[in-house]
């Protein structure tokens, strides 16, 4: 069974500091992942999706990809009090799969 | 910007009730998912239909469920005999293709009496 896991946290940083979010997922033949971002009541919006390994970059936000370690992660930078919000994991399998299993997310506190 | 539509937002229902939650894709889009997330819990998958036909299903998506596409617009859910824990977000998603970025809607909020 394939299984995405993040620590549900909360992770609280002040405003203006790194806010790292880790990732680790089971499958070995996942070849997309997705970091979703769901405030409170609303549906997951997508933030980033990284299918190498190394970094991608997108504005405030770095996806880390590392499939040798089975492990993603999301940087956000000058984390901002509208970036308090649950941040959902997601991987799927090119092979057999493309439907994302997602984790159960982390939820990241900014504080003025 | 093209976005995934869902009605209602919030539906009452009393235990053993048929409800049909709605979803209306982006237009261009031709794969279409349903997802529910109990209150608390992680988004968990549904069903997945391309080309007028359920493509993939989890475990979740017993026979009390099924799946339709009325129309070129509306993809819909429906629950036969709805229990308690089937109260949770429906989340209705699209993408272009089965390999590609779902967009989410905003969801429907099932409330099982």
């Known amino acids: 069974q394939k299984e995405v896991e993040q620590n549900s946290g909360p992770l609280s940083v002040p405003e203006g500091a790194i806010a790292s979010l880790n990732c680790t997922y089971s499958?070995?033949?996942?070849?997309?992942f997705f970091w979703y971002r769901q405030y409170s009541g609303k549906s997951p919006e997508l933030i980033m999706s990284i299918y190498s390994n190394g970094d991608k970059e997108d504005g405030r936000f770095t996806a880390q990809l590392n499939k040798a370690s089975q492990y993603v992660s999301l940087l956000i930078r000058d984390s901002q009090p509208s970036d308090s919000a649950t941040y959902l994991c997601a991987v799927s399998a090119i092979r057999g799969s493309y439907i994302p299993t997602f984790g159960r997310g982390t939820s990241l506190i900014v504080h003025p | 910007e093209p976005e995934v539509t869902q009605t209602p937002s919030h539906q009452v229902t009393q235990m053993g009730q048929e409800v049909i939650l709605r979803c209306v894709p982006i237009?261009?889009?031709?794969?279409f998912y349903w997802y529910r997330q109990i209150l608390g819990q992680k988004v968990e998958f549904l069903v997945s239909?391309?080309?007028?036909?359920?493509?993939?299903k989890s475990e979740i998506f017993d026979d009390q469920f099924s799946v339709e596409r009325p129309d070129g617009s509306n993809f819909t859910l429906k629950i036969r005999s709805t229990k308690l824990e089937d109260s949770a977000m429906y989340f209705c998603a699209s993408s272009d293709a089965g390999e590609n970025i779902q967009y989410f809607g905003a969801g429907t909020r099932l409330s099982v009496l």
């Open positions: 239909f391309y080309n007028n036909e359920i493509s993939e």
């Open positions: 499958d070995r033949g996942s070849q997309s």
């Open positions: 237009s261009n889009h031709l794969y």
